[in-house]
């Protein structure tokens, strides 16, 4: 597996694969990988002849007050995890490699990158969808594979994709969980083993918002209830728990299909996570 630091370099090894037919998937990373990135990997690798996964903690999709100087980061044991999944190349450029001196273009996904995630992290999904245009463009890849547990951002790279007519094919790969139901996240590290008991609740209430909007509730009572239940368990704030279209997550309209999504606090640690109704 070759590591590779800059963007010459992985266009040379990528294109030279493409010249004798090969397709290449990519799968962006922020490293400080699990067996949920690994699922990814193995989605990847059912569906071109090389993969390559790129590992690059993303500045511009934190907000100052966040946690990017502390964000998990392990270089040698994710790349031990990935030479034994069977990756071809490790694409890992630096800052600088990544962003040059002088950059300003941003791409902004308008309307679907500012509600819900957006709407409590405003500059996220800005920074996401830039810097994984940037990757799209410097590796070239046919496929390109991200997980559902990021559902919204996942989205937004859908659009993204689109509306640059990138050459991509952007799939999806579902949420991988510890036997509690705990979306596996690299920031779940940051959790006390008491919060850690209290986190897979996150799950249960979204499974039981889903259950009862799929048998004919009301959503906003189901969604209500579901906050109320976190709430008294201990977690320290709820930024939301939404029902929305599957695809624009805007309001769910009669006839398609939906995505529950919640974000909410425990202590110092923001968790995610989404499933379908
Ligand atoms: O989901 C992540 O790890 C990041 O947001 C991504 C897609 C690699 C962009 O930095």
């Given at each position: 597996m070759d590591v590779i630091r800059s963007i010459a370099d992985i266009r040379t090894r990528v294109s030279g694969w493409r010249a004798t037919g090969e397709l290449v998937s990519l799968v962006p990373t922020m490293?400080?990988?699990?067996?949920?990135?690994?699922?990814?990997?193995?989605?990847?690798?059912?569906?071109?002849?090389?993969?390559?996964?790129?590992?690059?903690?993303?500045?511009?999709?934190?907000?100052?007050?966040?946690?990017?100087?502390?964000?998990?980061?392990?270089e040698a044991r994710?790349?031990?995890m990935l030479e034994a999944a069977g990756?071809?190349?490790?694409?890992?450029?630096?800052?600088?490699e990544m962003y040059g001196e002088t950059h300003r273009t941003v791409v902004e996904v308008q309307g679907l990158g500012k509600i819900l995630e957006g709407a409590f992290r405003p500059d996220f999904f800005a920074g996401v969808a830039t810097?994984?245009?940037?990757?799209?463009?410097?590796?070239?890849?046919?496929?390109?594979?991200?997980?559902?547990?990021d559902y919204q951002q996942l989205c937004v790279i859908r659009a993204m994709a689109r509306d640059l007519n990138l050459p991509v094919e952007i799939l999806g790969g579902e949420t991988?969980?510890?036997?509690?139901?705990?979306?596996?996240?690299?920031?779940?590290?940051?959790?006390?083993?008491?919060?850690?008991?209290?986190?897979?609740?996150?799950?249960?209430?979204?499974?039981g918002v889903a259950r009862r909007v799929a048998s004919g509730g009301a959503i906003?009572?189901?969604?209500?209830?579901a906050s109320q239940e976190l709430d008294q368990a201990g977690f320290s704030s709820i930024d939301y728990i939404a029902v929305s279209d599957a695809e624009t997550l805007e309001s769910p309209a009669a006839g398609r299909p939906m995505r529950v999504l919640a974000a909410a606090w425990l202590g110092k640690t923001r968790l995610i996570d989404n499933v379908a109704v």
């Open positions: 490293g400080a990988l699990h067996d949920g990135h690994i699922s990814l990997v193995r989605l990847a690798a059912e569906r071109t002849e090389r993969t390559v996964v790129s590992i690059f903690v993303n500045p511009t999709q934190f907000a100052p007050h966040e946690d990017f100087t502390t964000y998990p980061r392990d994710d790349l031990a990756v071809d190349a490790v694409f890992a450029p630096n800052v600088g810097v994984c245009a940037k990757l799209l463009i410097q590796v070239g890849p046919d496929v390109a594979v991200f997980g559902d547990k991988i969980r510890e036997s509690d139901g705990l979306a596996m996240s690299s920031r779940n590290s940051y959790l006390t083993n008491a919060e850690r008991t209290l986190a897979p609740k996150l799950h249960d209430e979204i499974v906003e009572e189901a969604c209500a209830d």
